[in-house]
Structure formats: structure tokens, C-alpha cells
């Protein structure tokens, strides 16, 4: 007896909640053998304020956020096709989408952005900025002749630097190699899975 196959079976999780296989040859997209109703947001999505089809706000569970910021519905439903870019959002015939870019930031992150909004704050001001008699990038000092030299601030820029200690801690803890983008890395032979970021 000879058994016919499609290729190899993916098991996966209903929206009624029960475990299907679905073969790899036959799926229409990456996690299911459903066609799913998504829209492409610019990416990172912090989170999703609200969404309004002809006027109607949708409730939050019928839809969420995957990577990539795709909006997903959940409820059955799909995202209108067309729509009329001329109108307001809110009238008939329009499809709006009021959301907030950006990542979560940690305690630490917060406190760094604190100072460096601080310092920036008090420096338009006409102030002496936040902390900047503490923070004058002293590189050498000699007493008797009362020589000073300061760092030269134009390196401290090309180093990806702000002079402002509690900031570049920071800096320095989640990017030690001053690197200007995240590292990636992609293999033909690994298909990166969906998963969900909101909520």
C-alpha cells in the first residue's frame, strides 16, 4: 500500500482553538491554510489606539498586531478593500488607523532619556544647561598654570556619543560596538515564524 502526500504537515491552532495539520505545498500563508485579512503598518508598532472602518470603531480584540507590523483581523472580518482617501477619517467610505510607533523603553532607557530631554530643556532656556558645570569633558588639567583641556566635541558626535555620563552608560550598555544598525542575519533555508506583538 502506497500512501500519497503533499509534503510534510505543520501543525497549527484553529481560531476555535482546535490543532489542524496543514501542508506546507498547500498553504496560502506562513501560519495557516486560511486566507488572512492583514494590513502593512510602518513598523515598530508600540501599539494600536484605535481602528475605525466607515465612521465605527472596531473593538480591540478583533484584531492584532504580528511582526513586521502586519494588522491582523481576528473577528472574521477583513479590511475594507478601497476606501476614499479624500475623506476625514470617520465619514462613510473611509478606513482609519490611529496608532504609536516606537519600542518599549526599560527604567534604564527612561532614565537616560531623562537627563538628555533635561539637558537639552535647559540649554535652550538661556540657561547653563542641566548639569553642564559637571559635565564639561575635562581631559587634562594642570594647577600651577591652570591649563585646561577639553575633549574635542566633534569626536564624541563620530563616536555616537552625547557627553552626558548617565546617557552614554546607557548608550554603551545596549550598544557596546557603536554599531548603527541592529545585526541580522538570513538564511534562504529558514523561514522566520509569525508571531504576535500586540497586544
Known sequence: MRWATAGPWIPYLGRDGAWRNASVCGCKSDCSCGELCEVRLDAPVHDVLAVEIDGETLPQDAYRVDASGLLVR??????PDCQDMAA?????????????????????????????????????????????????????????????EFADPTLIYSELRTGIPAVDMWLNAVNPYRQTSPSRVYSPDFKRPRTQIWP
Open 74 to 79: 481576528t473577528d472574521g472580518g477583513c479590511w
Open 88 to 148: 476625514p477619517c470617520g465619514d462613510p467610505g473611509t478606513f482609519c488607523v490611529t496608532y504609536r510607533i516606537g519600542l518599549p523603553l526599560d527604567e534604564a532607557a527612561l532614565a537616560a532619556l531623562s537627563e538628555l530631554v533635561c539637558h537639552l530643556v535647559k540649554d535652550c532656556s538661556g540657561g547653563c544647561g542641566c548639569k553642564v558645570s559637571t559635565n564639561r569633558n575635562l581631559s587634562r588639567l594642570t594647577r600651577q598654570g591652570v591649563d585646561l
